[in-house]
């Protein structure tokens, strides 16, 4: 089986308004190719991290309190098979939050109001993701349509899977499908 990235989650509470960022916004460097196949195979925390970062309150302003922002970043690392200890979770923040304030022009580090962060090893635990990769099985060749796994159980006939790891994927929209999918199953069956 093969699984997706692990997220490395911030989740932000900054005062001031950020003029530097729009609803969604994502910072890259120039080797995107080369990142990729290397981060989520790693042992180690990327050294010049990729991350996308959301901030909800420019399209909705009552996601945060009045002059402020709700900044979400993520960052795909390494799942828990690869790099078992995250004991760098608060160096991998701190870079990324001073990357992002030196490239939006912004001093966001001491403008935190309120701070949550979670790494791949707070995923499992938390939401019992598996070794934390984030949504669950990859859509590779092998892992799609019908090589996924079903959503109804073989040996058991009155259990049923919903969610991204069976059919039809992952992703919200595709796991809202997977709930429809399992409820007419049911009741066909029932």
Request: net charge negative; charged share 25%; hydrophobic share 35%.
């Amino acid at each position: 089986m093969e699984w997706t990235l692990a997220p490395f989650t911030v989740y932000l509470g900054v005062k001031g308004k950020i003029d530097g960022l729009s609803h969604h916004n994502y910072f890259l460097g120039d080797n995107f190719k080369e990142y990729a196949d290397k981060i989520f195979k790693s042992s180690v925390s990327p050294e010049k991290a990729y991350y996308y970062v959301n901030v909800s309150s420019k399209s909705d302003p009552d996601c945060a309190p009045e002059g402020c922002e709700n900044v979400f970043i993520l960052c795909p690392v390494p799942d828990l098979r690869f790099k078992k200890s995250w004991e760098d979770t608060e160096a991998l923040t701190e870079y990324i939050i001073d990357d992002l304030g030196k490239r939006i022009g912004y001093d966001i580090k001491n403008n935190i109001m309120t701070k949550v962060v979670l790494n791949p090893t707070q995923w499992e635990q938390n939401l019992n993701l598996y070794k934390g990769s984030g949504l669950d099985l990859a859509h590779g060749l092998k892992q799609v349509g019908a090589f996924r796994p079903a959503n109804k159980d073989e040996e058991f006939k009155n259990l049923y899977y919903v969610g991204a790891s069976t059919t039809p994927g992952t992703g919200l929209p595709i796991v809202v499908i997977s709930s429809r999918l399992v409820t007419e199953r049911i009741l066909k069956d029932a």
